[in-house]
């Protein structure tokens, strides 16, 4: 049974920074791509990041720069470093475990698991 466990979400202020983690459990985690997404209040679930096997990495507009998807395989965990956090950044956020490969797919059916969501909320 495949596992995705997040944390790391709490309440900011605007420009601070953040480290979300998501520990995967389940599956041989090195095979597969990871992805990040988050959902604002009254919001589709949106694309933030994804790492392949391979770590090449691919990430929505609205975060170049600023966030960064990496991941520790001998640890089984991906985090998501988040610099220069905005309001509208405000979302829970979601880990996501793709298909083997070296895929960076950012749409949401892609995705076949997904962690129960951390909470990050940033104030101005």
């Known amino acids: 049974q495949v596992q995705l466990v997040e944390s790391g979400g709490g309440l900011v202020q605007a420009g601070d920074s953040l480290r979300l983690s998501c520990a995967a459990s389940?599956?041989?985690?090195?095979?597969?791509?990871m992805a990040w997404f988050r959902q604002a209040p009254g919001k589709e679930r949106e694309f933030v990041a994804v790492?392949?096997?391979?770590?090449?990495?691919n990430y929505a507009d609205s975060v170049k720069g600023r966030f960064t998807i990496d991941r520790d395989n001998a640890k089984n965990v991906v985090y998501l470093q988040m610099n220069s956090l905005k309001p509208e950044d405000t979302a829970v956020y979601y880990c996501?475990?793709?298909?083997?490969?070296?895929?960076?797919?950012?749409?949401?059916?892609?995705?076949?698991?997904w962690g129960q969501g951390t909470q990050v909320t940033v104030s101005s």
């Open positions: 790492i392949n096997r391979s770590s090449r990495t």
């Open positions: 389940g599956r041989t985690f090195s095979l597969y791509a």
């Open positions: 996501a475990s793709g298909g083997a490969g070296d895929n960076l797919y950012s749409t949401s059916r892609r995705y076949v698991y």
